[in-house]
C-alpha cells in the first residue's frame, strides 16, 4: 500500500508538471518558479498530514532537479531525523551547512538531530555556530542551555539562560531549566567512595586524629539518598559513626538537605548529630538558604543556628555562612567565606575557603577557641566514571595553636 502511494505521487507530479510549465513564460520555469513553490507548498502540506513518506518522495523530485537547493536539502534532512533516519539526515544538513554556511536553519537541524542522538558534545559545537549568527535568538540560548546541562556544564547553562531572559525567551522553560541546575545530582543512578582523613596539632594536650569514611549514594526522581559509615581514631580510642543523609526538592528552585548520624562507641564524636538546611534560589543567579545543627556530646548538647547566602556569577560560586554556636551558657559565632570556581564541568572544581571563629565542626573540641581556617579543595573527573576529592586545611588561633591537615578521596559512578 506504501509504495502505491508513492507511485500516485510520482504519477501526480508527472502529470502536473507539464501543464504547469506550460502555461508559465520560461523564465518562471526557473528554481524560483511556480512548479518550484508549488512543489514545496505540497511539501509542507505532507508534513503538516504527518505524510513523511510523500513529503520524502517529493523533495527527492525536487533535488533531482536542483540538486543544490539549500531549502529542498534542509526540509528532507529534517523529513529523515523525523523518520529516524539519522544517518541521511546528517548528510544532507551536513551538505548544506557547507554549501551555506550561514544558513542558520541548517545549523539549527543539525542541532536538534545531534540532540535526538544524544550527541551532546557535536550538539554543543553546532548550537554555538547558531547563537554566532543569531546572537539576539533567546531561543537559541534555552536550547544552548539544555545541551550545556546534559554535559554538566551548569555554570554555563545558567549564564545561557539568564542571556535568553534578557531576549524574552519563554519564561517557563527558561525557569523549569533554572529548576534541574538549583541542586547537583549525580548523572547517574548510583555512586559510591572513600576517602582518608587525618587531622594533626602542635600541642602536646591533643592528638592527631585520623579516619576513613565509605559512602554509597543513590539517585531517586527528585531526590538523592545517601548513606556513609566514618571509623576515627584519637587518644588511641576508636569511634565510628553512621549516618543517613537525603537531598530532596521541595517547591520551585528549592531543596532540603537533612542528615542523621550517630556515634557508636562515643568516645569522641558526638553521640548524635542532627543537620537540617533549606535552600531557595532566585533571581536566576543567587540562592539563600538557613539551617540548623544540633550536636549531642557526653558533657553538653551544642546548637548551631546559621544563614547563608550564594552567587553564581560566570563560572564562579561565592557563599557566605554565617553561624551562631550556643554551648550551654557559652555563645560564639563562626564566619565562612568561600570560593569555588569550576572548570569544564560541576565535577571539576577548585575551592578556596577562609573562616573565622569557634570552629567546632574541623575540631570536634567543645573547648576550642576562636581561630582562622585556610581551607583549600578541589574535586576532578578523572574518566567519566572516577571522581578524585582532596582537602587541606589549617588552623590558627592567638594562642599559636594550629592545627593541619586533610582528606583525599575517590568516587566512582555507574
Known amino acids: 500500500m506504501k509504495n502505491l502511494n508513492k507511485i500516485a505521487v510520482i504519477i501526480v507530479i508527472v502529470i502536473i508538471t ?39 518522495v517529493l523533495l527527492n523530485y525536487i533535488l533531482d532537479s536542483y540538486p543544490d537547493d539549500a531549502d529542498a536539502q534542509l526540509m528532507r534532512g529534517r523529513v529523515f531525523a523525523w523518520q529516524k533516519k539519522y544517518m541521511e539526515a546528517e548528510m544532507d544538513l551536513l551538505k548544506v551547512t557547507k ?19 544524544d550527541r551532546w558534545e557535536d550538539a554543543e559545537k553546532s548550537s ?20 550545556l546541562i546534559n554535559l554538566r556544564k551548569y555554570p554555563q547553562a545558567r549564564t545561557a539562560l539568564l542571556k535568553a531572559r534578557n ?16 541542586r547537583i545530582q549525580s548523572p547517574v543512578t548510583w555512586e559510591s567512595g572513600v576517602a582518608l582523613d587525618y587531622q594533626s596539632f602542635n600541642t602536646l594536650n591533643k592528638s592527631e586524629w585520623w579516619g576513613t569514611v565509605e559512602y554509597v549514594k543513590k539517585e531517586f526522581t ?55 538546611e533549606f535552600y531557595q534560589g532566585f533571581a536566576g543567579k543567587w540562592e539563600g538558604a538557613v539551617s540548623y545543627r544540633l550536636m549531642m556530646f557526653d558533657k553538653n548538647d551544642v546548637y548551631i543556628p546559621a544563614a547563608a547566602v550564594g552567587l553564581y556569577q560566570g563560572a564562579f560560586y561565592l557563599r557566605y555562612k554565617f553561624s551562631y554556636i550556643l554551648d ?67 588552623h590558627l588561633n592567638p594562642n599559636d595553636e594550629k592545627q593541619a591537615g586533610g582528606r583525599i578521596g575517590v568516587s566512582y559512578r555507574w
Open 18 to 56: 507539464p501543464c504547469i510549465l506550460s502555461a508559465q513564460d520560461p523564465d518562471a520555469r526557473t528554481l524560483k518558479g511556480l512548479v518550484y513553490d508549488e512543489l514545496l507548498l505540497n511539501v509542507r502540506k505532507a508534513i503538516d498530514n504527518n505524510n513523511l513518506e510523500n513529503a520524502e
Open 99 to 117: 554549501n551555506t554556511p550561514h544558513y542558520v536553519d541548517a545549523w539549527d537541524a543539525l542541532t536538534d538531530l545531534y540532540i535526538w542522538t
Open 128 to 147: 554555538e555556530v547558531c547563537l554566532k549568527q543569531a546572537p539576539d535568538n533567546g531561543d537559541y540560548y534555552v536550547k544552548y542551555a539544555r545541551i
Open 167 to 182: 531576549l524574552h525567551a519563554h519564561e517557563n522553560q527558561i525557569s523549569y531549566l533554572l529548576e534541574q541546575i538549583q
Open 222 to 276: 527528585g531526590w538523592t539518598m545517601l548513606f556513609d559509615a566514618a571509623q576515627y581514631m584519637r587518644y588511641d580510642n576508636r569511634d565510628a559513626q553512621l549516618a543517613l543523609e537525603v537531598y530532596a526538592d521541595a517547591w520551585h528552585n528549592a531543596y532540603y538537605n537533612i542528615r542523621t548520624a550517630m556515634a557508636l562507641s562515643r568516645e569522641f564524636l558526638p553521640h548524635y548529630d542532627i543537620y537540617g
Open 328 to 394: 550551654g551558657n557559652r555563645k560564639a559565632m563562626f564566619n565562612y567565606l568561600a570560593i569555588r570556581y569550576f572548570y569544564k564541568t560541576v565535577d571539576d572544581y577548585l575551592e578556596a575557603a577562609y573562616g573565622y571563629g569557634r570552629d567546632i565542626l574541623q575540631t570536634l573540641d567543645l573547648k576550642t577557641s576562636d581561630s582562622q581556617v585556610f581551607i583549600l579543595r578541589g574535586q576532578a573527573n578523572l574518566k567519566k566514571q572516577w571522581l578524585f576529592q582532596w582537602m587541606v586545611n589549617f
